[in-house]
């Protein structure tokens, strides 16, 4: 598909008054391959820390030497230009090795999220045709159990597995350097798994391979990487970006947060997501930053890292940042070196805005964007940002409020589909042209993307969300997509029918409920706590209902459809007019 081309803010647009002085109004990034951003920076800063994992530094040249030997063991592997490899681990250094060794390999990264479990995970080894998996540990076992209940035809030849602990100081388990609960989870070193019909190799192994390098072939034209997202029917879908929409963001979001090579980056939400991936990972790489890692969310590991090592620039979703003003132990921190705090995937509360900015002079930047926009489409100006908001469209982005029936503008304040235009926009859903045909539409010589969502914009230009034309569910700034948890708990034997919504939750924005008809067989004998213990099993725990509503029959329209909508505006009426707990 031919990319879009930038579309620099109209001077007479409303939210031109209020664009940041220093900041282009549309960018040409780099016209590469995302791998010479690694190598650039590597050539760059010889000595400089690249990551930072519980006080271990890897430099630019380690991470640069360490992704060749992977680039290199995979084409040993049979891997070639195009093919596409698996990702299934948590944030580590070796996350960045994998998949920059994938790309100096040619091939296109398949991040998949590290709490799927093994019922979920056969439709990322199948959709994408993928052959090569690289997996944590821990993971592998679910991984081979998805690729052994698959055909013989469909399954994995290659599995690369990779423990955390190796990339972590010999001394990380003394003192409080890890958290407790993560001892036994991050120090167990676990025997290799076994594929049914393929090899398993270990990372040091990989690491140690002296196979020559392929030469490096695709360019920004090429996918780089196929996330997936889900949608209101159906199983989860790929979304082809090729490396020039992430380029854009990556340079983009450096550009609009002012970064620097000086950067310190506390890189704590998931690189397996969109936000994490380019506006952590592939920033930090292109400006020759330090990434501080975090495997996962602990407020009082994040308030030490942030002190230790001056941490600059922190993207995250405002759950992170309310649990770390709640903490007992936050007066110990020194948050003073952040010059940056923001992100999105839920809004955040006034309240905890106002005292972020009373208590360490921050103003916390909300931004917008979606698996298919390379993350941000919009942002709030870091120097005038509005609550609760969507912010600007983002450098190089054309964005609008349409019907969402005729597609036409809307006027200002009134609530329509939020469409974008833009170099960061994705080509298309991988092997889906029907569905990428409903979510695209040409206007004036431009192609148009629908999000889904439904919004508004102000006299100022600022974009605010009001609802959503999609079922999603936003629980802490994770997407629930409906359609997938109902698939997977009709498997349950006790159950006849489910119909999943969201609901509020005063912590989580949103939380998971699953409204469910029993079988006949099942009535009096299965309760609510098992259907919730038997989704914790079989799906990751972000998706697994939390309150579950047993009925002796869902509510449909006449031509049969289950009435969602219905009931979740029943559970969010109930919960409006029960008082608050104190």
Same mark, same amino acid.
């Given at each position: 598909?031919?990319?879009?081309?930038?579309?620099?803010?109209?001077?007479?647009?409303?939210?031109?008054?209020?664009?940041?002085?220093?900041?282009?109004?549309?960018?040409?990034?780099?016209?590469?391959?995302?791998?010479?951003?690694? !190598?650039?920076?590597?050539?760059? %800063?010889?000595?400089?820390?690249?990551?930072?994992? %519980?006080?271990?530094?890897?430099?630019?040249?380690?991470?640069?030497?360490?992704?060749?030997?992977?680039?290199?063991? +995979?084409?040993?592997?049979?891997?070639?230009?195009?093919?596409?490899?698996?990702?299934?681990?948590?944030?580590?250094?070796?996350?960045?090795?994998?998949?920059? $060794?994938?790309?100096?390999?040619?091939?296109?990264?398949?991040?998949?999220?590290? @709490?799927?479990?093994?019922?979920?995970?056969? *439709?990322?080894?199948?959709?994408?045709?993928?052959?090569?998996?690289?997996?944590?540990?821990?993971?592998?076992?679910?991984?081979?159990?998805?690729?052994?209940?698959?055909?013989?035809?469909?399954?994995?030849?290659?599995?690369?597995?990779?423990?955390?602990?190796?990339?972590?100081?010999?001394?990380?388990?003394?003192?409080?350097?890890?958290?407790?609960?993560?001892?036994?989870?991050?120090?167990?070193? *676990?025997?290799?798994?076994?594929?049914?019909?393929?090899?398993?190799?270990?990372?040091?192994?990989?690491?140690?391979?002296?196979?020559?390098?392929?030469?490096?072939?695709?360019?920004?034209?090429?996918?780089?990487?196929?996330?997936? &997202?889900?949608?209101?029917? $159906?199983?989860?879908?790929?979304?082809?970006?090729?490396?020039?929409?992430?380029?854009?963001?990556?340079?983009?979001?450096?550009?609009?947060?002012?970064?620097?090579?000086?950067?310190?980056?506390?890189?704590?939400?998931?690189?397996?997501?969109?936000?994490?991936?380019?506006?952590? @990972?592939?920033?930090?790489?292109?400006?020759?930053?330090?990434?501080?890692?975090?495997?996962?969310? #602990?407020?009082?590991?994040?308030?030490?890292?942030?002190?230790?090592?001056?941490?600059?620039?922190? &993207?995250?979703?405002?759950?992170?940042?309310?649990?770390?003003?709640?903490?007992?132990?936050?007066?110990?921190?020194?948050?003073?070196?952040?010059?940056?705090?923001?992100?999105?995937?839920?809004?955040?509360?006034?309240?905890?805005?106002?005292?972020?900015?009373?208590?360490?002079? +921050?103003?916390?930047?909300?931004?917008?964007?979606?698996? !298919?926009?390379?993350?941000?489409?919009? *942002?709030?100006?870091?120097?005038?940002?509005?609550?609760?908001?969507?912010?600007?469209?983002?450098?190089?982005?054309?964005?609008?409020?349409?019907?969402?029936?005729?597609?036409?503008?809307?006027?200002? /304040?009134?609530? $329509?589909?939020?469409?974008?235009?833009?170099?960061?926009?994705?080509?298309?859903?991988?092997?889906?042209?029907?569905?990428?045909?409903?979510?695209?539409?040409?206007? #004036?010589?431009?192609?148009?993307?629908?999000?889904?969502?439904?919004?508004?914009?102000?006299?100022?230009?600022?974009?605010?969300?009001? #609802?959503?034309?999609?079922? @999603?569910?936003?629980?802490?700034? %994770?997407?629930?997509?409906?359609?997938?948890?109902?698939?997977?708990? %009709?498997?349950?034997?006790?159950?006849?029918?489910?119909?999943?919504? $969201?609901?509020?939750?005063?912590?989580?924005?949103?939380?998971?409920?699953?409204?469910?008809?029993?079988?006949?067989?099942?009535? /009096?004998?299965?309760?609510?706590?098992?259907?919730?213990?038997?989704?914790?099993?079989?799906?990751?725990?972000?998706?697994?209902?939390?309150?579950?509503?047993?009925?002796?029959?869902?509510?449909?329209?006449?031509?049969?459809?289950? @009435?969602?909508?219905?009931?979740?505006?029943?559970?969010?009426?109930?919960?409006?007019?029960?008082?608050?707990?104190?």
């Amino acid at each position: 598909m031919t990319p879009e081309t930038p579309c620099p803010v109209d001077a007479d647009a409303p939210h031109a008054r209020f664009w940041p002085t220093r900041v282009p109004r549309a960018i040409e990034p780099p016209q590469t391959s995302l791998w010479f951003n690694l !190598e650039v920076s590597a050539r760059r %800063f010889p000595n400089k820390p690249a990551t930072v994992f %519980f006080d271990r530094v890897m430099t630019y040249p380690e991470l640069q030497q360490q992704a060749e030997r992977v680039a290199a063991w +995979l084409h040993a592997r049979g891997v070639r230009r195009g093919d596409r490899v698996i990702l299934f681990l948590q944030n580590c250094p070796q996350y960045l090795v994998a998949y920059y $060794g994938i790309l100096r390999a040619n091939a296109v990264v398949v991040p998949v999220n590290p @709490m799927n479990k093994a019922d979920e995970l056969g *439709h990322y080894i199948t959709d994408p045709q993928a052959r090569v998996a690289i997996a944590a540990a821990d993971l592998a076992p679910a991984l081979c159990a998805a690729d052994a209940a698959l055909p013989a035809a469909q399954r994995l030849h290659e599995l690369l597995v990779l423990h955390y602990r190796d990339a972590m100081p010999d001394d990380a388990f003394e003192g409080d350097t890890v958290p407790p609960a993560w001892r036994e989870w991050l120090g167990t070193r *676990h025997p290799l798994p076994t594929l049914t019909q393929g090899r398993v190799t270990d990372w040091a192994d990989a690491l140690a391979c002296t196979d020559p390098l392929p030469p490096h072939e695709v360019g920004p034209d090429d996918l780089a990487v196929l996330p997936y &997202t889900s949608g209101t029917t $159906g199983l989860p879908k790929g979304c082809m970006h090729p490396h020039r929409t992430l380029m854009h963001n990556a340079v983009a979001a450096a550009i609009w947060t002012n970064g620097t090579a000086e950067n310190v980056g506390l890189l704590v939400l998931p690189m397996f997501h969109i936000t994490g991936m380019v506006a952590g @990972m592939h920033t930090s790489v292109y400006l020759g930053a330090t990434a501080v890692i975090m495997p996962r969310w #602990d407020r009082d590991l994040a308030g030490r890292l942030i002190s230790r090592w001056k941490v600059t620039h922190w &993207t995250n979703i405002p759950t992170m940042v309310i649990d770390l003003l709640a903490s007992p132990n936050v007066e110990r921190y020194d948050l003073s070196s952040l010059v940056f705090i923001g992100g999105g995937g839920a809004a955040m509360p006034a309240a905890v805005a106002q005292r972020l900015q009373e208590r360490f002079g +921050l103003r916390y930047v909300e931004g917008y964007g979606l698996t !298919e926009t390379a993350a941000p489409s919009h *942002h709030n100006p870091p120097d005038r940002p509005k609550l609760q908001c969507l912010g600007v469209p983002f450098i190089g982005c054309a964005a609008q409020v349409v019907d969402p029936d005729t597609l036409q503008p809307l006027p200002t /304040g009134e609530a $329509g589909e939020i469409v974008v235009s833009g170099p960061m926009v994705f080509e298309g859903y991988w092997l889906r042209p029907e569905a990428t045909a409903a979510v695209f539409f040409e206007r #004036d010589g431009r192609r148009w993307f629908r999000t889904g969502d439904m919004g508004r914009v102000d006299e100022e230009g600022y974009f605010f969300i009001t #609802d959503r034309l999609k079922r @999603m569910i936003n629980a802490s700034g %994770f997407k629930v997509w409906p359609a997938e948890v109902e698939a997977l708990m %009709f498997r349950h034997p006790a159950i006849a029918e489910a119909c999943v919504i $969201g609901v509020p939750d005063a912590y989580r924005g949103e939380t998971v409920k699953a409204v469910v008809v029993l079988r006949q067989e099942a009535r /009096g004998t299965v309760r609510e706590d098992d259907i919730i213990a038997w989704c914790h099993e079989h799906m990751a725990a972000y998706k697994a209902p939390r309150l579950v509503e047993f009925v002796d029959a869902l509510p449909k329209s006449g031509s049969g459809k289950v @009435m969602w909508r219905l009931l979740q505006e029943q559970a969010r009426a109930a919960a409006a007019s029960t008082p608050a707990s104190t």
